[in-house]
Nanobody, 124 residues
Framework: QVQLVESGGGLVQAGDSLRLSCAAS????????MGWFRQAPGKEREVVAG????????AYVDSVKGRFTISRDDAKNTVHLQMNSLEPEDTAVYYC?????????????????WGQGTQVTVSS
């Protein structure tokens, strides 16, 4: 059984930074692509960023390009999301997800394990 546990969320002001972390256990973490998703109240869960096995390829939704950075530390079975220049529109519950493949995909149905989420609230 794969377990994903997110941490690092909180309440910040616009322009601040946060670093989310996701600790994984239960399968060989380094073999699989990982993604970060978010869900704002009343909206569907959307992909934010993802990276392939090994982290050589990354992808971001347009709204966070240049502000967010996804990375992985396979030695610690952890994936991070560094979020800079936060905006009120970034307010959401953020989830990490693991895909049973080496390659990143955008669709949430492409991921088979999910964390419980961590709340990020950005005040204006």
């Amino acid at each position: 059984q794969v377990q994903l546990v997110e941490s690092g969320g909180g309440l910040v002001q616009a322009g601040d930074s946060l670093r989310l972390s996701c600790a994984a256990s239960g399968r060989t973490f380094g073999n699989y692509a990982m993604g970060w998703f978010r869900q704002a109240p009343g909206k569907e869960r959307e992909v934010v960023a993802g990276l392939t096995r090994g982290g050589g390829l990354t992808a971001y939704v347009d709204s966070v390009k240049g502000r967010f950075t996804i990375s992985r530390d396979d030695a610690k079975n952890t994936v991070h999301l560094q979020m800079n220049s936060l905006e009120p529109e970034d307010t959401a519950v953020y989830y990490c997800a693991s895909r049973g493949s080496a390659w990143y995909r955008r669709g949430r149905d492409q991921y088979d394990y999910w964390g419980q989420g961590t709340q990020v609230t950005v005040s204006s």
